[in-house]
């Protein structure tokens, strides 16, 4: 092709991104409309008339492309956590003194940034070039948006003003999608013009947006971007603060928030809270509150994260939006663990665009502390989390006969569901109904037993697992596997008067998933049991580090964190040099002296043992003291599932498992141990459509032989697993030289 004509095709695309840049990021149009609207004319002519020079980088690829069927799941390269909240500011100084007391040594600086309140993005750039973006999901994994997010103007394709020296060969950008508010106003009024339904607010028209699997549809969505952090970073300029970070995302052409503060001291963190707080209305998107980082990177790698939230950094929101209405009774609701709740049932009212009939009261203690009695006119306030909850109560309006709430005389000291003993908690506030087999316990375990995000089992939603239990067909979540066909197909969903069948189809839905478990990994099995305090991720960690549910009822690992809890206590206790509780004498402070010396001693060597297999990283030696040290599982869940497996329960769902013949895999190996096995270091990239496993049959299989999966080609790509109808990325592998394996292919070789 004629040379010149490519030239002036990269000045021409290089021209348009840079006016991009000034219009959406800097918001300083640098061209008028109608000399924009020529250039990208004669781009569009000159891509007609040479479609060869089109790339993906090209500003004319944002306008969309053809629907998906589906999303993609993609794996987080590093997790994306979630930050502690608070509302007071009290818990913000203390925050600042608990982090300032794990770095004694170290003088603080601190940046407080606007809380965006959009949806949490990554966009990873591979050699410069975008090529995956992705929700949060959980954490872990989300969806795969990259075509949605291609249509947002403020997303450079390609980083931007860096030498070839500089350009990062991995860079992940994290921030915020949002919609500004006179974009949400606008599209609103578009929709009710068309007799659309109206977005309550612009948060969730974002989030409408990016799940659309038409991203031309998305084009026409005002979205916008800020971003505030990395992910994983490879090569590229030193990035070692957040103050650098910002620098250097604005040089690569996003956009950042236009306010931030760097602060030397709780006071000055304050201040900035509430300097934010005065200017943020003037801001063209929402906030809900302000987020505090610790600047420099190193010292948040020395205090870590705990398994949700980083260490280093928490977000202050501002007041939410308050109703106020009457409260008309208070229920108790039981949970899959057997808490009560008690729920406020309200006069309806309206509440950031939505009509809210209950609220959480949270537990009894709550409710007296607020003293919140049925017939107060509460104020109820939605904190950006689905569910409102009462946070005071207008005593003026009080009725002169109420009487103070008392959870025994409403609950007559029983279950409300199966009338059976309840208990107070005593690690929590809340009572307990302590009878395992409660239906209503039985019926939230067996949905959760069946979510997307345990086994998955199909047709198996609130309603059908309270019928299963009303019926007794089901009592417990592994009796799904003795469900006839005929028992199922049969079942009425309704009730005498109205029936309503569950059907054929579902009914075959439901055992094909539920033999479709079996295959599934530790992971999914532990967290699908409901074992309290067991969230996901703290689940799926166990499963790295043990081999199946006999390791884990019998772990040395959880048994070294409860040990070291109790050790650390002790330490506490015969410290003799503690201030607070001096010895007595000077036979006392030997004695107490040897004793202490045996503590700190077992300590070191159950917490080096962790170390080793990568349980635990130690914070700080500590000399003389007890080393202090995180754990990846802290001992309070450590001593609820060893508790579980010691339990009736625990030891019936064992045994059951064995008749049933169901042995879930972890793998045991710790998470950074794949230095081993056939792929050990290698790269791959899944794409199309598997036939004899599913995704994560497939990934858990190149994970056990050493492999790691990526989910774009790039050159660092070493193979490709094709499955059916594998389109861009099975061309873009061919092309880059990635050895392809079909499915038969890469089952043979790891056979
Ligand atoms: S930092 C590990 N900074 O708030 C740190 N988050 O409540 C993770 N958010 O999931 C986030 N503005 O979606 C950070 N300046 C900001 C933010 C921000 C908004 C969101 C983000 C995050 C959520 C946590």
Redesign the pocket.
Known sequence: MDNSIKQLYTSLVEEIFRYDRAYYVDAQPAISDQDYDRLYRELLDLEASHPELITSCSPSQRVGGEPLEGFDTVQHALP????D?TYSQNEVREFIDRVQKLLPNEELDWVV????????ISLRYEDGQFTVGAT?GDGVSGDDVTENLRTIRSIPLHLQSITEADLPSVFEA???VIMTRSGFEKLNSMRETDGESLFANPRNATAGSLKQLDSALVAKRPLDI?L??NGEVIGGPLVDSQCVLFEALGKFGFRT?KHIWNCSSAEQVVAAIDELDRIRESFDYDTDGA?I?LNRFDLRDRIGVTAK??RW?M?YKYAAEQAQTLLNSITIQVGRTGTLTPVAELEPVLLDGSTISRATLHNDEEISRKDIRVGDTVIIEKRGDVIPAVISVVKDFRLSDSKPFDILSITENRCPDCGGAIQKDREFVAWRCINHDCPAQAAQRLEHFAARTALDIECLGEIVSDKLIERNLVCSPLDLFDLTLEQLRSLNLGNADEPRTFGEKNAIKLIESVQRSRSLGLDKWLFALAIPELGRTTASLLAKFHKDFASLATSEILNNVIELDKLNERAVRVNPRSRKNKPTSESDRTERENYYTQIVDQITSRVDSLVRLGFASVTKENGYHPPNYTTEVGPSVARSVMNWFGSTIGCETLERLIELDIDPKGSEQGPSNNDRGLYAGKIFVITGTLSGMSREEAKAKIEANGGKTTTSVSKKTDYLLAGEKAGSKLQKAELLGVTVLDETAFLSQID
């Open positions: 994306m956590m979630s930050l909240n940034e606007p809380k965006a309140d959009g949806i949490a949060r994290r921030g915020e800020v505030y952090g928030p987020v980082k939230a980083p950094a977000a």
